[in-house]
């Protein structure tokens, strides 16, 4: 699974050619396809584990807000400091969920669960593989005032984050001063053996480094 940023792509390849020099046999497999068809039903789930959590958190914390509903209205009532650029609009969308008892909750969650547990599972099977090896992320964007939140390149912590797959990931390198980690995805109950190929590899890789403070842009 590769990056949309060629600093990336430089860097995973260098991490597979590393495996490769101590025996390891690399399979190129079609992924991300496997799971594009979830649609909004991660994000949903998303909404309804934040709003749980977050008043879970708040209901014995040492705060006035209580609830998500209260961080709400704090928010709306000092609009001018709290949001001067963006809005709260994940917020409120996450309040106007119900409980995880919900259909539309369990629906969505059995969904997800569902199509990413079969497809890393399909992967690994299929492919007699040991791990699922991938870019952990792009390197990290800067948030602006035009654009937003944007990503540079596709993320393969994803999907076993949310089949609840075990996944461990070691720093390869950086692009531009930035960090990029390389994941590593296996089947249920296989921390061990994660741990022991992210160990090896590491041994044969000379690609980690070590990051510095850089300077403030402002």
Known sequence: VFGKHEGVDTLI?????????????????????RFKDMGSAPFTVLLYQFKAGVNKYLATANSRMKTLDDIIAFNTQNADRTMPYFKQSILVDAAKK???DDKEYRDALTLVQKTTREGINAVLKGEKLHAIVGPTNGPSWCTDHVNGDFFTGYGSYGSAAQAGYPHITVPIGLVSGLPIGLSFIGAPYQEASLIGLAYAYEQASS????????????
């Not at 020099?21 to 991300?32: C, E, L, P, Q, S």
């Not at 070590?210 to 403030?216: G, L, R, T, W």
């Open 207 to 218: 690609l980690r480094r070590k990051p510095s403070f850089m300077p403030s842009l402002s």
């Open 98 to 100: 119900g409980g995880l």
């Open 13 to 33: 390849t260098a991490a597979l050619d590393a495996m490769r020099t101590k025996g390891a046999t690399i399979v190129d497999i079609d992924f991300r396809s």
